[in-house]
């Protein structure tokens, strides 16, 4: 496990290194990894246009929202103790999407406006503010998978309201984009819109990894070894919010990678939250560029939606999380 644990993160970094290298030669037009390096620094060739302008912006979209989705999984189930814990599955993107539809749908930002992942984060924070307030400090998974699917009908029905009355079909194509989810024909103006704030949400979540490992004591053992659980919960939500708001803000709603990444990382590293984070980050990252990779590899009429694979791989793997959870769950409902 030691030898494990000491080759774990270099190999995630370098698998996440080839699959970010593969995103930037896979497409419609199939380009070699010299192919791919040369591109990157040439000027003016169609490969170049090809990689810079097309597929870099997709690759780090991947790449970052797939880290910080694993990592904000990780700090939720760190928080809540909970290994079914993830900001898909309590709302988080779902109501992020809300927000930056209704935005959209009131006219107030477009999908370049920097308005769109602030309304988004706002969305994402109050989503686990809920969460937290509904189910409580110590609600048990049952409990907490009700308010979560709660969450998730109220934000679902909103943006279903949302497309309903929107203006006209090209507002409501904008609103089904953040229902699928997407990594297509993004541009480093999307980069630049999300990343700064994927960058801090990253910061902020990493920082709190020593409190995570103090929780698994409970909460007052944890605060007579000087950790401030309520100051933890509120910066795990800023974390969450800032991560997901933005990563919804551009690429729409993806599911389940919150979910996945920790519980495939979870063994190696013995089950301790504080050494979770950042190969739950790295697992991330790459499941969301295989997934990418993979969309364009399907063969279709046009590219199928990043979000609908990923929900597609995930609800299994959410049943199967759930059946081995059965006795919690039966004490729950007794």
Not at 89 to 107: E, H, N, R
């Amino acid at each position: 496990m030691k030898r494990s644990r000491l080759w774990l993160v270099p190999a995630l970094a370098c698998l996440a290194a080839l699959l970010f290298v593969a995103s930037l030669g896979i497409g419609p037009v199939r380009l070699s990894p010299g192919e791919v390096l040369t591109a990157l620094t040439a000027e003016g060739t169609p490969q170049a246009v090809i990689v810079r302008e097309i597929r870099l912006p997709r690759a780090i979209l991947a790449l970052a929202i797939g880290a910080v989705l694993g990592l904000s999984g990780a700090a939720m189930q760190g928080l809540l103790r909970n290994p079914l814990a993830a900001p898909s599955l309590f709302g988080a993107p779902q109501t992020a999407a809300f927000a930056a539809v209704s935005t959209i749908s009131l006219g107030w930002n477009d999908t370049l406006s920097w308005g769109l992942p602030l309304a988004a984060i706002a969305g994402a924070f109050l989503s686990v503010f809920l969460l937290l307030a509904v189910a409580g400090r110590s609600a048990s998974l049952l409990l907490l998978i009700l308010a979560g699917l709660a969450i998730s009908a109220l934000a679902g029905a909103g943006t279903a309201l949302a497309m309903n009355l929107a203006p006209n079909p090209f507002a409501a194509l904008e609103i089904a984009f953040w229902l699928l989810g997407s990594l297509e024909d993004r541009s480093m103006r999307h980069v630049a819109l999300a990343l700064p704030f994927i960058l801090a949400a990253g910061l902020l979540l990493y920082l709190q990894r020593g409190s995570f490992r103090a929780l698994t004591l409970g909460e007052e053992a944890a605060e007579s070894l000087g950790v401030n659980v309520d100051l933890l919960r509120l910066l795990v939500i800023l974390g969450v919010a800032l991560g997901v708001g933005a990563s919804v803000a551009v690429a729409g709603t993806i599911s389940f990678i919150g979910l996945v990444a920790p519980h495939l990382m979870r063994p190696l590293v013995d089950h301790d939250p504080a050494r979770l984070l950042l190969p739950a980050a790295l697992t991330g990252a790459c499941l969301l560029l295989s997934a990418d990779i993979a969309v364009r590899l399907i063969p279709a009429t046009s590219d199928i939606k990043v979000g609908v694979l990923t929900s597609i791989i995930g609800v299994p793997f959410f049943l199967y999380l759930i059946l081995r959870q059965r006795r919690s769950l039966a004490g729950g409902v007794a």
